[in-house]
């Protein structure tokens, strides 16, 4: 049986495509398979894959589009390995990422069904550099959480302190991802860590403290579209949520900070507002805060200065009426 079957799921992603499939190609481990899910491209994805003369090499064509979490789940279909392990097709591994997972798997017991990896972003320009570093500096005045295990995960990544990013981190036993039903084709964001979620159900997750994979920061949905995705994905697991908070865990109020930063970034100040009254705010958010924060104002700067200018105008006329209704009462 091959050793690891790498499950790429791609669409209209020819730039990058080439990239994934290289660094899954160059890996330190050898017995591997690359199958590449084309999920009804309509670029030059069918011309990429034709190129590449390696029978490690597998695409899956889908006739039509039908989203990534059906391709890596038409990808686990097919794999012949032991274990799967998933790579975006805009992401990166360095070459020994696979090797340092199944390394720490190794020596354990059955139990153990896969290993995760850190991950890191490719930030361009001095100010992405700097927000890099504020964030690492910010980031060890937190409290460390528990990285690896089973139960003990669930609240971690419910309250998003431990990300094991599925999409391109995850390594996990191929019966394992069968057998949970692969990834959630009814989710549109949070696919990711709701697989993790049921991973955790079968068995245990290590973890590689090793910035094995690089990603490029790309666009993202709407903030509704986040918003409504996040109340499916929490409604979902409402019990579990409950018996954490109440074991402390901040759970409904960080995602509440998630939405405001995407609402932030929009540009729609008062609605980022809203969902931002209701959030947990640690000091390693506050780079991110500021940075969503930033992104909208850029993005809009005329209606949030406008709105600024009626917030202002609205809170002066307040103070100018308590100041008339006490003179009244006053001279009375």
């Known amino acids: 049986m ?14 990058t495509l080439p990239r994934a499939i290289d660094s899954a190609l160059e890996q330190t481990v050898g017995d591997l398979e690359v199958v590449v899910v084309d999920d009804g491209s309509t670029d030059d994805t069918d ?25 890596r789940n038409t990808g686990i279909e097919h794999a012949r390995g032991e274990y799967v392990a998933f790579l975006d097709s805009d992401d990166e591994w360095r070459p020994e990422k696979l090797e340092r997972q199944l390394a720490v798997l ?4 059955s139990e153990w069904v896969g290993a995760y990896c850190d991950s890191a972003y490719e930030l361009s320009g001095a100010s992405g550099r700097l927000r890099s570093a504020v964030a690492a500096v910010l ?18 990544i419910l309250a998003d302190n431990v990300q094991p990013g599925a999409g391109s981190t995850l390594l996990v036993r191929t019966d394992v991802a069968s057998e949970i039903g692969g990834f959630d084709e009814q989710l549109d964001r949070f696919q990711d860590p709701e697989f993790c979620l049921r991973v955790l159900e079968a068995g245990k997750l290590a973890y590689v403290d090793e910035e094995l994979v690089v990603r490029e920061e790309t666009g993202h949905p709407p903030a509704d579209v986040v918003r409504d995705a996040d109340e499916q994905y929490l409604s979902a697991y409402d019990e579990t949520v409950d018996r954490f908070e109440a ?9 509440e900070l998630l939405l405001a930063k995407r609402y932030f970034a929009e540009g729609r100040l008062l609605r980022g507002a809203w969902h931002g009254r209701k959030a947990s705010v640690s000091p390693r958010h506050v ?5 969503a924060a930033g992104t909208g104002v850029r993005r809009r700067p005329v209606p949030i200065v406008a709105m600024i200018a009626v917030l202002a105008l609205v809170t002066v006329l307040a103070v100018l009426g308590r100041y008339s209704i006490a003179r009244r009462v006053l001279t009375e």
Request: hydrophobic letters at 30%.
């Open 2 to 15: 091959t050793r690891v079957s790498v499950i790429i799921p791609t669409y209209n992603r020819a730039a």
């Open 47 to 71: 011309s990429v894959l034709a190129g590449y003369d390696d029978p490690r090499v597998r695409p899956v064509i889908h006739a039509t589009n039908q989203g990534a979490n059906v391709a």
């Open 139 to 156: 980031a060890r005045e937190d409290e460390e959480p528990a990285r690896e295990g089973g139960e003990e995960l669930i609240g971690e």
């Open 106 to 109: 190794e020596d354990r017991s």
């Open 247 to 255: 074991e402390g865990y901040d759970i409904r109020s960080t995602h």
């Open 287 to 291: 780079p991110g805060v500021c940075w």
